[in-house]
């Protein structure tokens, strides 16, 4: 399902700025500036090599395609990454780059390395029902005037991938200062969809400026944030375009695949136990399904319920709730989550809080008590 | 296109051997074709014998549905028994109407609590991706969860037909997806077999509404490029409804008869349809072997 | 062996004698799952924890061994040990043995005593060894700067060192913070000179419940940081770690609940608390945590690794926290 990751088209992509011209230059040494690359360029093309894996540089370098072949064909990517770098910046200076190319060369990376950064999805909103005919080059256009208006100094570059997906690198400056290339922020945007993955910048303050170019872009109202994160950007796209395995019962059932369970040694296993095995495992394949899960490290339940304990135990009756924080954390929580039931660790079914985050499409939650009729369950706003 | 060289012995078993090779593809295809007639005939039967069964248990409803609110009018047995019988038959006309589905794409299986219909997808004949969509049915049809591309209309189809006409519901969702796999398996075709007509990259959006791209065309040896923005206003619909086939001002007044033939034509046929027969129109016209 | 009456100042209708501040000693036998600790009073008067003295100790991590009773120790002879101590350094560092001691100009080594790290009188004063050294780059009148620290300690450990021959002296636990390969060329030169032996010290699941419980009933100021308590899933194809922390108000106002026997802390009770919050987490997440293995405990009062890890957090409870460490030290000597 995931086959576009590897295809990636030789993405056309678009830097633009007035601000990317070596300016200190200008000032300084009138004359030179069209002539020598920014230094701030180098650096920053010499920073991001130094960051690919040497054994991947030459395909990453290929596929950013700004030096020619035979220039590559001059690097000896055998050496020390520190030369590597070295040598590459000197070809990049050849070619006269500037921070549009630099850009390229950084969002390419990402693209390949999309576990580096944190990436939190938010949803927009529409009211309409009009049809949309999204234009790229419109979308574009539209976040460049909406960011520029009001920050002038900043770094846009977009790449488009073979999933109709655009990827936005943006380097924030203000009106008065340069646009600061390591402090970037990253929005990975599907067309027509009504989800965006954002990898924010530290430089936090200029996030609602972004929300709001990202909504007037794509034609949507509102924008907020779903209380879904994650490393795994591929995950986070599984889980909000439901491309996960669901386990829906079509017409044909499938065969129950024959599971490579180890022959069970215990010969004693009494006709109950194995019927309850069974009962986990049927109950756990129903929740989870018999495909892979998206992967997410982290889970987070801030509780404030009740502490409701057993009568004959006579501890804790209080009317307040009992604050807790509960985390859960692993390489792979899914997969971890949907192995506790047949482990003898936890119930089957395992509880909705837990089972609920593919379908409700988060992993932070505030719970309460669910006010009302049923004393036993929760709800979370 | 071999036909008019001459042959070297080798060339002739080469060639025989392609000709057996054709004939096999042939009879294959042809069984195929017959197979599939077959299979066609023996479906639309068992189609129109499970419409029978639902007229007639649809009436056996009414009819007792009648007889319920006539309290021992027309039916002799006591009340309680054709409760059940009438939930019955319910499960068993739906039941009917699922199999009834699964003949035009779309087939459905009860659950626990509702309905989970499956929508496949195809385009001139070739299968592309199946949908599903669990709904549940108390203490409304609602849609519990689906793994329908998140751009299509989902929602807004839903609540135009979802409470009222579920299989209104499942036709106009099955059309979108449709149209919509349509569209995208065009734009494929047309990158995966054309790529060297189209200049730089095809633009599309998720819905493959919207396709903006440049494709060459020669004349008198020279190759000139052709924009194309091509609008599906329809969105059940997998042939624009807005073409534009633009060219350089400069380009030779003959050029914009093709544009205006060309646009004519991605109006009507499938999009890869229309590039092979411009590649077949040009071979004639340049000879190229 | 034994069935200590340790008591406590502020509960001294019980009749004991006055010992340990805090924690209290064990009614049972040592180390084999005690079933009652005495009751953490007030925190004490610093009467003697003078806490300006111990600070350094506090928001480190300390590695945790229990020590075999050290055969001909005196504590007069420090400076001699220092100097010794220094030579085997260097000695082991010219063998090459020590791992990454590299560029250093020469360790200094400093062996000095804590008088206040003690339960009572009878416990020996706590000894402290500093490893420092000055860094290569700048001039010899710069500042030393610790490289390594271990202290050897017993509190309330009377009642073992009173069962020990003559000449041996009972510091059964050592705490080390620092490179781990100065951790060994230390402990193989004190196993070598006072024929003792050194092993890392693990503490159980069930131990680390007791602190949990015990550390949640004391008094801190009311900034004081949440009850943690971190789970690890054994055995599953993809490893699961789950942290369960709880307000320590409301942990604090349930353990006020569940402890009920005047004066000490019962096994049964320490077992309630913790299936209180286990049902707790269990009506929400359906996952048995009694299933899972506790391996973290932290509070405002300290916290504690299943690995034989301890930051101390509050000096006051310092001598506390200590006594019960000593006590797992001996128990696990024993």
Not at chain 2, 39 to 47: D, G
Request: charged letters at 25%; glycine letters at 4%; aromatic letters at 10%.
């Amino acid at each position: 399902m995931r086959g576009f990751l590897d295809t990636h088209r030789t993405g056309q992509a678009v830097a633009l700025g007035e601000d990317q011209r070596p300016v200190p230059l200008r000032k300084h040494a009138p004359g030179l500036g069209d002539f020598i690359m920014d230094e701030t360029v180098a650096e920053y093309i010499r920073r991001t090599v130094l960051k690919i894996p040497r054994d991947e540089i030459k395909t990453m370098l290929q596929k950013w395609g700004f030096l020619s072949e035979a220039q590559l064909q001059t690097i000896n990517f055998h050496q020390l990454k520190d030369n590597i770098s070295q040598d590459v910046v000197q070809l990049c200076e050849e070619n006269s780059a500037d921070i549009k190319q630099a850009a390229v060369l950084d969002i390419i990376y990402n693209y390949i390395y999309p576990n580096k950064r944190v990436w939190s999805v938010y949803q927009m909103n529409k009211t309409g029902e009009e049809t949309d005919f999204f234009d790229l080059t419109d979308f574009k256009k539209k976040i460049k005037r909406r960011l520029r208006s009001a920050l002038k100094n900043v770094t846009i570059t977009f790449r488009e991938y073979e999933d109709n997906a655009v990827w936005i690198r943006i380097a924030w400056g203000t009106p008065y200062t340069k646009p600061n290339q390591y402090k970037t922020s990253y929005v990975v945007y599907h067309s027509q969809t009504p989800y965006v993955f954002i990898s924010a910048s530290v430089l936090k303050s200029n996030l609602p400026l972004l929300c709001q170019a990202l909504v007037v872009a794509s034609n949507y109202h509102d924008i907020r944030e779903m209380e879904l994160r994650s490393h795994s950007l591929n995950s986070l796209k599984d889980i909000v375009f439901k491309r996960y395995s669901q386990n829906f019962q079509t017409y044909y059932p499938k065969p129950l695949r024959e599971r490579d369970v180890a022959p069970e040694t215990d010969l004693r296993i009494i006709q109950e136990n194995k019927n309850e095995k069974e009962r986990i495992e049927r109950v756990n394949r129903e929740i989870f399904g018999d495909g892979p899960q998206p992967k997410l490290e982290f889970a987070q339940y801030k509780l404030e319920t009740m502490f409701k304990s057993d009568p004959k135990m006579d501890v804790l009756d209080k009317k307040e709730p009992f604050r807790c924080l509960v985390k859960f954390s692993s390489p792979h929580l899914l997969e971890s989550l949907k192995s506790l039931a047949p482990a003898g660790m936890a119930d089957a079914p395992l509880s909705p809080l837990l089972t609920c985050i593919p379908q409700k499409a988060r992993n932070y939650f505030k719970i309460r008590e669910k006010k009302g009729l049923f004393p036993g369950s929760f709800v979370s706003p | 296109m071999e036909e008019g060289k001459a042959y070297s012995p080798d060339g002739v078993f080469a060639h025989l051997e392609m000709l057996e090779a054709r004939a096999h593809e042939a009879a294959v295809k042809q069984e195929e074709t017959e197979q599939q007639e077959e299979k066609l005939a023996r479906l639309k039967a068992r189609a129109q014998e499970l419409r029978f069964q639902r007229d007639e248990l649809r009436a056996k409803v009414e009819l007792q549905e009648k007889g319920q609110l006539g309290k021992g009018g027309v039916v002799s047995d006591p009340a309680q028994p054709s409760a059940r019988a009438v939930l019955e038959w319910k499960i068993k006309s739906v039941e009917a109407t699922l199999q009834v589905f699964y003949l035009t794409g779309i087939s459905g299986k009860l659950t626990k609590r509702g309905v989970c219909f499956c929508i496949s997808t195809a385009y001139e004949g070739t299968y592309l991706d199946s949908y599903c969509l669990d709904l549940l049915i108390k203490p409304e049809v609602q849609i519990h969860r689906h793994s329908v591309p998140v751009f299509i209309p989902l929602e807004q189809i839903a609540k135009k037909y979802l409470q009222t006409d579920i299989r209104r519901f499942l036709s106009v969702l099955s059309d979108h997806l449709n149209a919509y796999a349509g569209r995208r398996y065009q734009a494929d075709q047309l990158q995966e077999h054309f790529s060297d007509q189209i200049e730089g990259t095809l633009q599309r959006n998720s819905l493959c509404n919207l396709l903006v791209f440049s494709y060459n065309v020669s004349s008198k040896s020279k190759t000139f490029p052709f924009k194309v923005r091509l609008l599906y206003g329809d969105l059940c619909c997998s042939l624009p409804t807005e073409v534009v086939v633009s060219c350089a001002p400069d380009a030779p007044v003959s050029l914009a008869e093709t544009a205006a033939a060309h646009s004519d034509l991605f109006r009507r046929v499938a999009l890869h349809k229309a590039f092979r027969s411009f590649s077949s129109a040009d071979e004639s016209v340049d000879g190229a072997p | 062996m034994e069935s200590v009456d340790g008591a406590v100042r502020t509960l001294p209708s019980i009749g004991r004698l006055s010992r340990g501040l805090l924690f209290g000693g064990v009614h049972g036998r040592v180390g084999l799952s005690p079933s009652s600790r005495l009751l953490p009073p007030a925190p004490p008067s610093q009467e003697n924890v003078d806490s300006q003295k111990t600070t350094f100790l506090l928001r480190k991590q300390w590695t945790l061994y229990s020590v075999t009773p050290l055969y001909r120790f005196s504590d007069t002879h420090l400076k001699d040990y220092a100097r010794l101590l220094s030579a085997f350094i260097a000695a082991e560092k010219q063998k090459g043995l020590a791992v990454e001691i590299g560029v250093e100009l020469g360790i200094k080594v400093a062996i000095s005593s804590l008088p206040d790290l003690r339960g009572s009188d009878r416990d020996q004063a706590a000894i402290l060894v500093q490893l420092s050294s000055r860094s290569p780059a700048s001039p010899k009148n710069s500042e030393e700067k610790v490289i390594w620290s271990g202290w050897f300690c017993s509190v309330s450990g009377d009642d073992f060192s009173e069962n020990v021959p003559e000449d041996f002296t009972c510091l059964p636990l050592f705490l080390a913070n620092g490179a781990e390969s100065y951790t060994s060329i230390v402990g193989s030169w004190f196993q070598k000179t006072f024929d003792c032996c050194f092993r890392r010290l693990a503490i159980s699941p069930l131990n680390l419940s007791w602190m949990a419980a015990m550390w949640t009933g004391c008094k801190v100021d009311k900034t004081a940081s949440a009850m943690e308590l971190v789970f690890s899933v054994p055995h599953l194809p993809q490893p699961l770690d789950i942290s369960y922390a709880i307000h320590p108000e409301d942990a604090k106002a349930l353990w006020d609940t569940v402890q009920k026997t005047p004066g000490e802390i019962t096994q049964e009770e320490v077992d309630v608390f913790m299936d209180c919050l286990y049902s707790h987490f269990h009506r929400h997440f359906k996952i048995r945590l009694s299933a899972t293995k506790l391996v973290k405990v932290s509070t405002a009062i300290a916290s504690a690794h299943c690995d034989g890890i301890i930051k101390f957090l509050q000096s006051q409870y310092l001598t506390g926290v200590l006594m019960l460490l000593t006590e797992l030290a001996i128990s696990q000597i024993q």
